[in-house]
């Protein structure tokens, strides 16, 4: 069992930052990557950042060069969110690339935290 466990988000203003973390824990072997991906009401849930275990970062052009993704520690990454717009608004769900195996490439998600960005 992998466990993704959110925190951070809430609500910001427009130009405003916001931090969210993830952690994951349980039985895992490998990590391939840990991202983040958000869905907005009737939209499908997109990408936003991710990060490979060799630290490579890939953004969403829609966020790049504001929000930064990073390994903080063990099997756990932040999005520091700045520069916020009302379309960042959205349920951020943590996601995890790995899993129990050596081998192992599963998607693992977290419960989702709600960012809200009012003007």
């Known amino acids: 069992q992998v466990q993704l466990v959110e925190s951070g988000g809430g609500l910001a203003q427009v130009g405003g930052s916001l931090r969210l973390s993830c952690a994951a824990s349980?039985?895992?072997?490998?990590?391939?990557?840990m991202g983040w991906y958000r869905q907005a009401p009737g939209k499908q849930r997109e990408l936003v950042a991710v990060?490979?275990?060799?630290?490579?970062a890939n953004y969403a052009d829609s966020v790049n060069g504001r929000f930064t993704i990073s390994n903080v520690a063990k099997n756990t990454v932040n999005l520091q969110m700045s520069s916020l717009k009302p379309e960042d608004t959205a349920v951020y769900y943590c996601?995890?690339?790995?899993?129990?195996?050596?081998?192992?490439?599963?998607?693992?998600w977290g419960q989702g935290t709600q960012v809200t960005v009012s003007s």
């Open positions: 349980g039985s895992i072997s490998s990590i391939n990557a």
């Open positions: 990060i490979t275990s060799l630290g490579r």
């Open positions: 996601n995890l690339r790995g899993g129990p195996r050596m081998w192992s490439d599963d998607d693992y």
